[in-house]
């Protein structure tokens, strides 16, 4: 069996338009893959946007140890950001993916997210006034490859994750990571 | 319809009527198993809910169960069955084989030993979703795959049919844990036993070999597609439709080789699709796939340039229907003639392609000559006659594909 190793932080999520942010994080794999120590799944603390910088600090860490018996179902990142206003109501403003990198060493990822796009004029002032927004009904909309051109979104802001990939066993097995 | 007059008048209050529940396409069974108990499908319930099917004592025993709990008069809405010890089912060589592997079992261990049950979906065809295997001198209980969340971690299914389907499944223990009664230092040395205890177990399955290989004289790719944002388009509330092109050769082993990601709104103008595409193939091994590159520049193919075209595409939008396949690629037989077409730069595409290479340990050995390290586990190169048969049928198999795809 080959192990990976992932150890990182949950830097900071920019170009948001609600200043008070969280994000929740999981890693998802296929069934080749096996958790040995750490949590696939956590929440940061709520931030607020700094104005000058237009980014919510998390510092959230990130520390997974995984063994695999097979390369299909590579590991992949996916981060949800909520807002969070003064009456501690929050709803997502951002979903994102990013598969881990192949390549073992010190990575910097940049994930793109999305939300949902509101329909009616009267739910985009809503918006806009930060008091909710839209979700999928089902969580596998998020990353279901079928007919996926239906589903109307909105472009996001983006969240930075800082990675250390440490890969054990992988060569003895025949896998070259490019 | 009444109106307050004074307080001891009551208000009638008309009652709502609600529209009847929409059934949505996304539906959700969960069953609670038993080991070893039977649940039948949908076919099984048609088949051996006729008598004249039912020979040996097994199948007259389903009919009588089948009639007796009146089965074959309701129609199964759910599609999770089980395969007992009884039914003697032999499932996918490959899973079975891994989930052997998994469970470290001996090889001179009689397989009549075990109890084995699993768990099965009806998606079109039978689908093996969890194996089962009991055995009784280890006294353990063997799952595979393991114990999951549906919340956090569903095992996924894509399964294409008349249309794509996607399922996502999971399997939860309910047994329950037995009381134990003591002092909080006594649970507290039992709970740090039991992780040692798994701690070791886990390192014991570690140190063994149990990593799936390609065939020989084959290379597994897997390709990692992100198709991360764009910029630049002239219309809003786009989406991307990709097609990857393989080799002729290739055998797809997980995934598919088309795609498409959601529509996307522009904010600053940029596009973001933050879409993930995963496929695994093996082709034999003279080839060598390369990286693609991490910006695509889109092209836009203009119309005939006449008023009409102009303003159906500023009013309406829509382009000139070509097949973009042979287009953009290459035809084989004749020169395709692309006077008269124009094209003009549409936007960019930030993509990231990672490959995942593939191949059987032995080789190592060979491409690192004289200085490869000797491995003793793994035997030398020598090719067997089984193996050159089997490549022999592999190759012929392979021909007789592309002679079928040509005509």
């Known amino acids: 069996m080959a192990e990976l190793h992932i150890l990182g932080e949950l830097c900071h999520a920019s170009h948001f338009e609600e200043p008070n942010l969280f994000c929740k994080w999981s890693v998802q794999f296929g069934s080749s893959w096996k958790v040995i120590e750490g949590h696939c799944e956590g929440q940061s603390a709520a931030s607020t946007t700094r104005v000058d910088t237009r980014r919510s600090h998390f510092g959230t860490p990130l520390d997974l140890h995984l063994a695999c018996r097979g390369i299909q179902g590579w590991p992949k990142l996916h981060v949800e950001l909520f807002a969070l206003n003064s009456f501690d109501n929050y709803w997502p403003v951002g979903y994102g993916f990013a598969f881990l990198p192949t390549q073992p060493g010190l990575h910097r990822i940049r994930v793109a997210t999305w939300k949902v796009s509101s329909a009616k004029f009267v739910d985009t002032v809503r918006e806009k006034f930060h008091t909710g927004g839209f979700t999928v009904a089902k969580s596998d909309i998020v990353f279901s490859g079928i007919e996926r051109y239906k589903l109307l979104t909105k472009s996001a802001g983006s969240v930075e994750v800082e990675l250390m990939l440490i890969f054990k066993n992988f060569a003895e097995n025949g896998v070259e990571l490019r | 319809m009444g109106r307050m007059m004074d307080p001891d008048i009551i208000v009638i209050e008309i009652s709502e009527i609600r529209p009847p529940k929409k059934q949505t396409e996304n539906e959700e069974v969960q069953l609670n198993i038993s080991w070893q108990e039977k649940v039948f499908s949908q076919y099984e319930i048609d088949y051996y809910g006729v008598k004249n099917n039912c020979i040996t004592d097994l199948q007259k025993n389903y009919h009588h169960i089948i009639k007796s709990t009146g089965l074959s008069e309701q129609r199964k809405n759910d599609k999770i069955f089980t395969y007992t010890t009884a039914d003697n089912y032999s499932p996918d060589e490959e899973i079975f084989d891994m989930a052997k592997q998994a469970t470290r079992q001996r090889i001179d261990q009689d397989e009549n030993a075990f109890e084995s049950m699993y768990i099965m979906a009806d998606l079109d065809s039978e689908v093996l979703l969890f194996s089962l295997r009991w055995d009784p001198t280890e006294k353990l209980l063997l799952i595979y795959p393991d114990f999951n969340c549906m919340k956090i971690n569903p095992y996924y299914k894509e399964i294409q049919g008349d249309s794509r389907q996607m399922y996502h499944f999971g399997i939860k223990n309910l047994s329950r844990k037995g009381q134990f009664t003591g002092s909080k230092e006594t649970v507290q040395i039992q709970d740090n ?215």
């Not at chain 2, 290989?213 to 439709?241: A, C």
């Not at chain 2, 953009?328 to 730069?345: D, I, Q, V």
């Open chain 2, 193 to 407: 036993l039991i992780n040692k205890l798994m701690r070791l177990t886990l390192r014991e399955e570690l140190s063994k070999d149990h990593f799936s290989y390609p065939n020989n004289h084959q290379l597994q790719f897997l390709v990692l597609l992100e198709i991360k944002s764009g910029v630049g388009f002239s219309y809003d509330h786009t989406h991307v439709r990709f097609k990857i092109d393989l080799p002729i050769e290739a055998k797809i082993t997980d995934g598919f080789i088309d795609g498409s990601t959601h529509s996307s709104k522009q904010t600053n103008g940029t596009w973001q699709y933050a879409h993930c595409h995963e496929i695994c193939f093996e082709i034999p091994e003279n080839h060598d796939i390369d990286v693609v590159e991490t910006t695509l520049t889109c092209l836009k193919i203009a119309n005939n340039n006449n008023f009409y075209d102009k303003l159906e595409a500023f009013l309406v939008g829509g382009r000139r229907e070509i097949n973009l396949e042979e287009f953009f690629g290459s035809k084989e037989n004749s020169l395709l003639n692309r006077y008269g077409s124009s094209t003009e730069r549409s936007g960019e595409l930030d993509i990231k392609c990672q490959v995942v290479q593939q191949h059987r340990p032995q080789i190592i050995q060979l491409a690192g000559g004289l200085n490869a390290k000797k491995h003793g586990k793994f035997r030398a190169n020598v090719i067997t006659i089984e193996e050159l048969l089997s490549s022999y049928q592999r190759a012929r198999e392979r021909l007789e594909d592309i002679v079928n795809l040509k005509y």
